[in-house]
T-cell receptor, first 113, second 115 residues
Framework: NAGVTQTPKFQVLKTGQSMTLQCAQDMNHNSMYWYRQDPGMGLRLIYYSASEGTTDKGEVPNGYNVSRLNKREFSLRLESAAPSQTSVYFC????????????FGSGTRLTVV | AQSVTQLGSHVSVSEGALVLLRCNYSSSVPPYLFWYVQYPNQGLQLLLKYTSAATLVKGINGFEAEFKKSETSFHLTKPSAHMSDAAEYFCAVTNYGGSQGNLIFGKGTKLSVKP
């Protein structure tokens, strides 16, 4: 009954450091997504993967890379963290375009100092 | 192209009062519509969804929403607000193309409940 699992839950980075946010889903969903949430900005799509083997840029992809490792896992990498990347990051998954909607993870709160 | 507009970034009601959160959408095809709730320091949780089976949809925690095609609206209501309803609420519509993934989200409405 795990749904979407994100790790870590909290992280503090120094400017210039790199890190990878991990996301895994156990619902056999085809599509996976990475969002960032900032006060007053709503949810902004960073990257998404419509199906295993494909990834596409969303609204705010600069400074990020992603890997769809397999059908279950979709990771987000910050190669050289900047203070502007301080945010809460959410991973989500869905079967595809249709009535199922998204299932969200609980989020990663990232602070870059 | 599909889009979602949530009217009012902040709504404040008194405990026991009616909750009304507004959502208007545009879609060139019959849409699927969703409301999500986000409690402080948590992820988004599905509150209810419209999938064309019935225009009045009931969700968790006493919330409901009515799909009105003529008004392109999907407003969220609850007859009597409770302190525990304080959260941020997001409306979303299915996206059938473009680079926004499979759902397009509104900007969110933060609900405050006064004692």
């Amino acid at each position: 009954n795990a749904g979407v699992t994100q790790t870590p839950k909290f992280q503090v980075l120094k400017t210039g450091q790199s890190m990878t946010l991990q996301c895994a889903q156990d619902m056999n969903h085809n599509s996976m997504y990475w969002y960032r949430q900032d006060p007053g900005m709503g949810l902004r799509l960073i990257y998404y993967s419509a199906s295993e083997g494909t990834t596409d840029k969303g609204e705010v992809p600069n400074g990020y890379n992603v890997s769809r490792l397999n059908k279950r896992e979709f990771s987000l990498r910050l190669e050289s963290a900047a203070p502007s990347q301080t945010s809460v990051y959410f991973c989500a998954s869905s079967e595809g375009v249709g009535a199922g909607g998204y299932t969200f993870g609980s989020g990663t709160r990232l602070t870059v100092v | 192209a599909q889009s979602v507009t949530q009217l009012g970034s902040h709504v404040s009601v008194s405990e026991g009062a009616l909750v009304l959160l507004r959502c208007n959408y545009s879609s060139s095809v019959p849409p699927y519509l969703f409301w999500y709730v986000q409690y402080p320091n948590q992820g988004l949780q599905l509150l209810l969804k419209y999938t064309s089976a019935a225009t009045l949809v009931k969700g968790i925690n006493g919330f409901e929403a009515e799909f009105k095609k003529s008004e392109t609206s999907f407003h969220l209501t609850k007859p009597s607000a409770h302190m525990s309803d304080a959260a941020e609420y997001f409306c979303a519509v299915t996206n059938y193309g473009g680079s926004q993934g499979n759902l397009i989200f509104g900007k969110g409405t933060k609900l405050s409940v006064k004692p």
